[in-house]
């Protein structure tokens, strides 16, 4: 328990060394630069001024290094986000924004007090890589406007009407804003071959800046845009909250949670895999609550755990918390002391930026190879959420995408489950056949009917079992359902069950079940089923059963559990 909930901070500096601080200290600071356009860029494409990108990035932050599970997580907005959150901040405002937030905040601590972290794992491939394809889709689609400079009075929120808008207004484009975004694009793409120490985003962002200001380039910029940068950081304001607001948020609430804890703990995933160490989930799914409580509080939007930061802080060094505090205190002090500069940067530098993370979120080839590779009944779930989170909404994509995997597995899982009549079978006495059945010798008598039973009786295999019983062209005297290879049972397969039994003895054909494991004897002994065989009993071998029916056992002789 303590460990489970003890953060990674705490356990780190045991030991720590001047040596580890200096890389710390390098890595921090280099991930703060990195943080700092993108901060700004999720927060205009999220549809809320840019200084609230800045507020997250710092508050956040600094919570999710000093409580995360996870040595070299950095915490901030991320691209995942940027639909729910356009989405609520178009249709509740920033209030809306803030509530929803804080619930959502609420729901992850709780997820982690329930120790709900391991469970998270469980959500589908195909379900995931969907709705990340479709935010990226719609991320580089919201980017047009400002990458061309078309003067389009107002985009719509509508993907294919939003593209029909920027056909439209083709004619507007801004020569020099689509010189800029070029620009922008080939400095993102070809500055890491020259270096890697300097963030490619900050140099793209200064650069981009730079050159609009001091050419008097005629591109909008996000003072234009949005007015002063206030660059300051506000005091925590708690919001005013109605009974309608929490019931008409918490379906946002509820996405951005568990949008918050898939990202963070697949960052954390990847980090592990990167320094070899191993995550806390539930603490970080805590971390991750509070962070998203204090955040909204601050003027700050949702975040979490953001792979491409965490990971550029384990290239340059970073291997404790410590990196992810010094990253957030470099925000600050950006903030603080350059944040009224921000007003300068053009928006299709930002623009540009964010098409580049767009392309990298959307891992393409991942999902080539998932369309190309994958059974179709993936491919269609992969699609299926893809295509609803693009034309829809998020939260439904992810709703229906969860609802079609988890029929999909239950289709698979009935398909393992086997049942067959093996009575023949047991009847012949071939000493070349070396199956299980015949192995035992037994002597079934030809009026009784023998159904061995192979794989989980759950609802998705009680039909199978049902059509299988109802093929039987002949009336038997008895019925053996041998249930050995059956792991587990859940209700519906035991109301099948029971039907089959209550049919059978109605039609005057004795039913016995052999070879219960011990969780399927238990979960049967306790219901109705239990109580109509309790003259046989639920703990008969294949052998009792058959000599209960007038048959013979291994070696032609009464068991002792039937003698007995």
Known sequence: MTKTFTPKLFTTLAGYTRHQFGADLVAGLIVGVVALP???????????????????????????????????????????????????????GIDGLIV????????????????????????????????????????????????????????????????????????TANGSTVLLSAATLVVLVFWPRISTRIPAPFVALVGGTLAAHFLHLPVDTIGSRFGVIDATLPSPHWPHVTERMLVDLAGPALT??????????LSAVVADGMIGTRHRSNMELVAQGVANIASPLFGGIPATGAIARTATNVKNGGRTPVAGVVHALT????????????????????AAILVVVAYHMSEWRTVRAEIQGAPREDSA??????????????????????????????????????????????????DQDDSRHVARRARVPRDVEVYDVNGPFFFGAAESFKDALRSVNWKPRALIVDMEDVPVIDSTGLRALSEVVRQTQLEGVRVVLCDLS????????????????EADGLGLTFDDALLLVGGTGEHGAPSPVAAA
Not at 385 to 407: K, S
Not at 420 to 430: C, Q
Not at 518 to 533: D, F, K, Q, Y
Request: hydrophobic share 60%; charged share 10%.
């Open 38 to 92: 993108l901060c700004i860029a999720f927060a205009i494409a999220s549809g809320v001024t840019p200084e609230r990108g800045l507020y997250t990035g710092i508050v956040a932050g600094l919570v999710v290094s000093l409580l995360g599970g996870s040595r070299v997580q950095i915490g901030g907005p991320t691209g995942a986000f940027v639909v729910i959150v356009a989405g609520i901040v178009a249709r509740y």
């Open 100 to 171: 929803s937030t804080l619930i959502a905040g609420f729901v992850l601590v709780a997820m982690g007090l329930l120790r709900l972290g391991a469970v998270i794992k469980f959500i589908p491939f195909p379900v995931t890589t969907g709705f990340t394809a479709g935010i990226a889709v719609i991320i580089f689609s919201q980017q047009i406007r400002d990458l061309l400079g078309l003067s389009i009075p107002a985009v719509p929120a509508e993907f294919f009407g939003k593209w029909a808008s920027y056909v439209h207004y083709a004619g």
């Open 256 to 265: 951005i949670a568990i949008l918050g804890a898939i990202e963070s703990l």
């Open 331 to 350: 925000l600050l002090v950006i903030t603080l002391f350059a944040g009224k500069y921000a007003a300068l940067i053009p928006m299709a530098t930002l």
């Open 381 to 430: 779930v992969l699609m299926t959420t893809f295509l609803l989170t693009v034309v829809v909404d998020l939260t439904v994509a992810i709703a229906v995408g969860m609802v079609l995997a988890v029929f999909l597995f239950m289709k698979r899982m009935a398909d393992t489950t086997t049942v067959a009549a093996v009575a023949a079978e047991l009847r012949r006495d071939d």
């Open 518 to 533: 011990p969780s399927v004897r238990a979960t049967i002994a306790g219901s109705r089923l239990g109580a109509a065989l």
